[in-house]
């Protein structure tokens, strides 16, 4: 990795090479309590964050709620397991009005959400086309995006060179690394409690050139010998005796990084304040390996976004609330991507936000994403797909099964979600 940091306007640039265009975009100002709407209050909203683990977010989006003008806010932190919970939710009823997640077919298709498309105006082009694409089925958009997350391989160089260890640009490398760490006090590296099953399927995909879903999005796109190659390497990791199992915390959590539990951690951006809080210089930031020559290094990159339940109460003034909070008000845009933690702004216009990550390893991380990143949930990747190849996955690592014969079934499941998706 070069040490060079990126200037405030490369970084935007980086970022847009996500989307394609990001440069076109008027400048926005932030708006305050005078909407020109009535004011008037008839119902409550319920809005649904995720249980983020940086300081002062719950605090934050609590001051945002507060501020709408139209309706009082009750917002729920959902500590937990998040994404189930929205699922119960949406099968069940109106509770909640307005919440983050990432779009699924399958919540278009029983018209679970609503269509958001007239949030936005002439302000999409200021918006990471990416992101919007990725919230996008069948033409329409279903979640204004919040903020850019990306997750990336923090490692200590002095660890590395005490173990005889090169920053890995391979996953061979990776093994190797892990493997040369394996009997010191601190492990050789920390993707997950689960020994890297949920944060390193797609990465090792990507690392042989494959993916979920092929480029159309119509079948799987992991059906190729190479996907057993690929996912075989982490049995491989498994059988160092180097990977740490068990930590307090789990992958999103730097706790194992910044303890001295691990030399390296798959983790997010997120965490590279208090990572560097930790250990100042002694840090350094990779991609995800390619798995040979013919592979690819990459980052995942994803956006929780502001979705509106088509079954609450007053969907309009929900809506409302969205366009006020993610499309209007900038100067809480700003603050939540890059107040708390590490994000990166998911719109041109913020560009005094990026400041945060003009250079340094803020800077590195900005230029894997323009350079390697990878959407981490396509919305035609069902649960039912998920589930049968993150099984798979898992007995491939943990119980040393066969890749071919697990990834086969796996793709078969895959190819029947897909095919009840377009009936």
């Not at 909203?45 to 001051?63: F, I, K, M, N």
């Not at 709620?65 to 009823?93: C, F, M």
């Not at 996907?227 to 498994?238: S, Y």
């Not at 160092?240 to 910044?258: C, E, N, V």
Request: charged share 20%; aromatic share 6%.
């Amino acid at each position: 990795m070069g040490t060079g940091g990126l200037d405030r306007r490369s970084f935007l640039a980086a970022a847009g090479l996500l989307g394609l265009g990001l440069g076109g975009g008027p400048a926005l100002t932030a708006c305050g309590s005078n909407t020109g709407r009535d004011g008037s209050a008839p119902g409550t909203l319920s809005h649904w964050y995720h249980a983020y683990g940086e300081d002062g977010v719950q605090d934050a989006v609590r001051r945002y709620a507060a501020g709408y003008p139209d309706a009082r806010v009750e917002v729920q932190w959902n500590p937990g397991d998040y994404d189930s919970k929205i699922v119960t939710a949406l099968q069940g009823g109106r509770t909640p009005d307005v919440f983050e997640a990432q779009v699924k077919v399958d919540w278009v298709r029983q018209q679970q959400v609503a269509p958001l498309d007239d949030l936005l105006g002439d302000q999409r082009p200021d918006f990471v086309k990416a992101l919007l694409d990725a919230q996008t089925v069948d033409g329409r958009l279903y979640g204004i995006p919040q903020a850019i997350d990306t997750q990336v391989l923090f490692y200590r160089p002095s660890l590395l060179r005490e173990a005889g260890a090169t920053p890995p640009t391979t996953v061979d490398e990776l093994v190797d690394a892990t493997r040369r760490l394996s009997g010191n006090t601190a492990r050789g590296l920390f993707a997950g409690n689960d020994g890297g099953v949920a944060v390193l399927t797609a990465p090792l995909l990507w690392s042989a050139g494959l993916d979920l879903l092929s480029a159309d999005g119509r079948s799987p796109g992991f059906d190729d010998p190479r996907a057993a190659t690929a996912i075989g390497k982490l049995r491989e990791l498994h059988a160092t005796d180097g990977l740490l199992l068990g930590a307090p915390t789990d992958w999103a959590d730097p706790g194992a990084f910044t303890e001295g539990l691990t030399a390296m951690q798959w983790t997010g951006l997120w965490n590279l304040p208090k990572i560097v809080e930790a250990h100042g210089d002694d840090v350094g930031v990779l991609p995800f390996p390619r798995l040979d020559a013919d592979g690819a290094e990459s980052v995942p990159v994803g956006a929780y976004s502001a979705m509106v339940n088509a079954r609450a109460a007053d969907v309009d003034r929900a809506k409302d609330y969205v366009r006020w909070l993610w499309v209007e008000r900038t100067d809480h845009q700003a603050e939540f991507a890059t107040a708390f933690g590490a994000h990166l702004p998911a719109r041109a216009s913020l560009e005094d936000a990026a400041d945060r990550l003009a250079g340094g390893l803020g800077g590195q991380v900005a230029q894997l994403v323009a350079d390697l990143g990878r959407v981490a949930s396509p919305a035609r990747w069902t649960a039912a797909a998920n589930t049968a190849l993150s099984d798979a996955v898992s007995r491939v690592a943990r119980a040393g099964a066969d890749p071919a014969e697990e990834l086969r079934a796996a793709v078969a499941t895959a190819r029947d979600e897909l095919t009840r998706l377009d009936r």
